[in-house]
């Protein structure tokens, strides 16, 4: 009863508490701790932790604020077409197809700034709830983790953005109304709290809903990976970076479940292979998956899910794989690729007279046995085959291709039953990179990133290259408009994005 009381007391608080205080990040506080009322004994510790994570999955899990968004349709036509019933993507935040953005169509960042609000809190309030050690130095190394994550995530995609380190709880502190930095500090943030994460890693825990050591090593792994090729960091320092960390995890197949389909089994979530996820249930159902999905009568009645059919059904369709790509998945199934029929559903299931063939990213679907279907499926950010992909990079990077050719055959002797590629050439690994992050990874928000450290990201998407002439941030995303006009001091539109 004293922990429901409590729980109450945070919502109460939390949707009162500073409304004033969001001018320029818009954060929501419906987790947020007070410290007059709060951060009394343990309990208010242990709520307060999961609800970082709670507000991270809230974020993420939104139809346009998520990992597909900001790290996949911006690689256009090579993965992506027209719907069902029209050219949405040209229409939906962004023109995918001509990565044409502006701040008053793009992506917000007001959930992720709640996020590391709550963090923030946490980092200062841990000490003092007459909580165990262990308990206290648990919830500092979450902490740091989700900041450190909320950062990467921050700089990647807005580049020039605020850093906020004290949780907001008064209309009259600066982080109301926050500077703006530089990516270099953004991504020096995220590396110190990666650091101060590590000092405190053996008290991580092992549920794969929080951060873990495992979970730790591979956003290390990733930043190291994106210092070193995208913002010129020294070769030594983040080679040898990612190395160490994905070596701590181990690199093998013993990660691997041996089907890649039984990976995105929503009903067995947290499977050996999953190293961070979200939690998403039947009654916090949502993700960006509602747009793979086609209206019922669009669709041929057999092939509806609810009726047993492959095609899942919801409201409107919007994202639809490329005939390029659909052509790419399917001469690698004949190739005897185990992982097509997961990631592509395809069929001549229209119901218009021509019954023309439609496409769907077919996995991370939920449960499709309801018409619309229930998006259950948990959100995935870090699974065990990205740490052997990212292995293989390092690799590639050091010019050891022995090594990464042994670290792509892990991955793809599991979807082809043999260790299928043999040329150490440089620049056939480097396809082979390329092409096992499209067959891997469809629909989870690694490719574009991938493109991005490989060099790739010109020739799957020309048209990058008259954008990147103009526009020396041509990679990161501009700020909303909204968070502007907001706090117009202290905050400027990324160059470029005008």
């Known amino acids: 009863m004293k ?38 004994d343990p309990s208010d510790l242990e709520q307060s932790v999961p609800g970082i994570y709670e507000r991270l999955r809230n974020y993420f899990k939104a139809d346009e604020c998520n990992v597909f968004y900001l790290g996949e349709i911006r690689v256009g036509d090579y993965m992506w077409g027209p719907s069902l019933e029209s050219l949405v993507q040209d229409n939906f935040k962004i023109n995918c197809r001509k990565n044409r953005l502006s701040g008053s169509q793009t992506i917000g960042w ?89 000092e405190l890693a053996d008290a991580l825990g092992t549920s794969k809903y929080l951060g873990t050591k495992e979970a730790l090593k591979m956003l290390e792994a990733e930043y190291a990976l994106w210092m070193y090729r995208v913002q010129n960091g020294d070769k030594k320092k983040y080679l040898g970076m990612a190395k160490t960390a994905l070596e701590s995890i181990g690199i093998s197949d013993k990660g691997l ?14 499977n050996k292979e999953i190293v961070f996820a979200l939690n998403n249930t039947a009654t916090s159902a949502a993700g960006y998956q509602i747009y793979f999905c086609f209206p019922a009568n669009l669709v041929q009645a057999e092939h509806q899910c609810n009726n047993g059919g492959e ?43 021509d019954h023309h063939e439609i496409t769907w990213c077919n996995k991370l679907l939920g449960d499709m046995s309801k018409a619309p279907i229930v998006r259950d499926n948990d959100l995935i950010y870090y699974r065990y085959a990205l740490a052997v992909m990212m292995y293989a990079e390092v690799c590639y990077y050091n010019e050891d291709f022995f090594g990464a050719v042994a670290a792509l055959n892990i991955i793809a002797k599991r979807a082809y039953g043999t260790e299928k590629y043999t040329s150490t050439v440089k620049a056939d690994v480097l396809q082979a990179l ?49 968070s502007i006009n907001k706090n117009p ?3 400027k539109q990324v160059e470029g994005w005008y």
Request: aromatic fraction near 14%; include cysteine.
């Open 257 to 270: 479940l041996p089907n890649y389909a039984d990976v995105f089994n929503r009903t067995n979530k947290v």
């Open 489 to 491: 001091e202290n905050l």
């Open 311 to 353: 095609v899942p059904i919801s409201a409107t369709q919007w994202w639809s794989f490329s005939q390029t790509f659909v052509d790419v998945l399917k001469a690698s199934e004949k190739a005897g690729d185990s992982r097509v029929a997961t990631n592509l559903g395809y069929g001549p299931f229209a119901s218009a007279a």
């Open 3 to 40: 922990n429901i009381f409590k729980a109450l007391i945070l919502l109460v608080a939390g949707t009162m508490f500073l409304t004033s205080c969001h001018k320029d990040l818009d954060i929501t506080y419906g987790m947020t701790l007070n410290s007059t009322t709060m951060w009394k």
């Open 110 to 198: 007001s959930g992720l700034y709640s996020t590391i609000d709550q963090a923030n809190a946490v980092i200062k309030y841990a000490d003092k709830c007459h909580a165990t050690p262990e308990k206290v130095k648990w919830a500092l190394a979450q902490a740091y983790f989700a900041r450190a994550y909320c950062y990467f995530w921050a700089g990647r995609i807005w580049g020039y953005c605020p850093i906020n380190l004290l949780p907001v709880e008064s209309n009259k502190q600066e982080e109301c109304y926050p500077k703006q930095h530089t990516p270099a500090e953004v991504f020096a943030q995220v590396e110190e709290d990666i650091k101060k994460c590590e």
């Open 434 to 482: 390329t092409d096992e992050y499209f067959l891997e990874f469809p629909a989870e928000g690694v490719i574009w990133f991938a493109l991005i450290r490989l060099g790739q990201l010109e020739k799957y998407n020309p048209d990058i290259a008259p954008i990147k002439a103009k526009n020396p941030n041509y990679l990161l995303w501009p700020i909303a408009q909204g």
